[in-house]
Every structure is written in C-alpha cells, then in structure tokens.
C-alpha cells in the first residue's frame, strides 16, 4: 500500500473562478497559474484532510472517464509543481487547519 500524501492550499495565495478555470496568484512572488477544471478539483479538494489518492479516486475518477493509474500519475505531476511553487504543501499526516487556506 503507498503512503498516503495530504494536500493543503497555501495561505500566501489569492485565488479566483473564472469559468471553468482558476486563476492563482502567489503571493511571495506575484506569480499568476491557471488550473483547468480537472485541476481545480484537486485545488478545491485539498482541504489539509483528503489524501491525494481519495481526491483521485473520489473526484476525478468518479467525473472523468479516466483509470486511476493515469489520473494518479496526472496529479502527481501537477501537485509536484504546485507543490515548486509554493502553493500547495504536502504532508504524510492531516494539515491542521492552522496552515489551510480558509
């Protein structure tokens, strides 16, 4: 069984929904990303108590007509960069709500 990784939005971040996307900005750098839908699920999911697998299998497999492995592998990549950027932390253990974007 793989370790399980929690997902937790930074709180040096502005965020707003433009349609189907999500503008963030940083706020170390004023550094401007775009998710689309799929990556907003993710975004939106990552509430410091959610593992990255659940948010997987429960949100992007559950909506998209994607097998796991290939949604996984998908999110790694993009939590990885966000992850580079400063605005998603990640932990072997639930993020207290202390760190969380509210």
């Known amino acids: 069984m793989s370790e399980k990784r929690y997902l937790a939005r930074s709180t040096a971040i502005a965020s707003r929904a433009m349609g189907d996307e999500l503008m963030i900005m940083s706020a170390t750098n004023s550094t401007l990303f775009t998710l689309n839908e799929i990556?907003?699920?993710?975004?939106?999911?990552?509430?410091g108590a959610t593992p990255l697998e659940d948010i997987?299998?429960?949100?992007?497999?559950?909506?998209?007509d994607v097998k796991p492995e290939v949604a996984m592998t998908d999110a790694e990549k993009l939590v990885a960069e966000l992850v580079g950027?400063?605005?998603?932390?990640v932990s072997?253990?639930?993020?207290?709500?202390?760190?969380r974007n509210s």
């Not at 990556?39 to 509430?47: G, P, R, V």
């Not at 950027?85 to 932390?89: A, I, V």
């Not at 072997?92 to 760190?99: K, Q, V």
């Open 92 to 99: 072997r253990e639930p993020i207290g709500s202390l760190t």
């Open 39 to 47: 990556a907003m699920l993710i975004w939106e999911a990552a509430d």
């Open 56 to 64: 997987v299998t429960g949100r992007i497999c559950a909506e998209y």
């Open 85 to 89: 950027h400063g605005l998603l932390l």
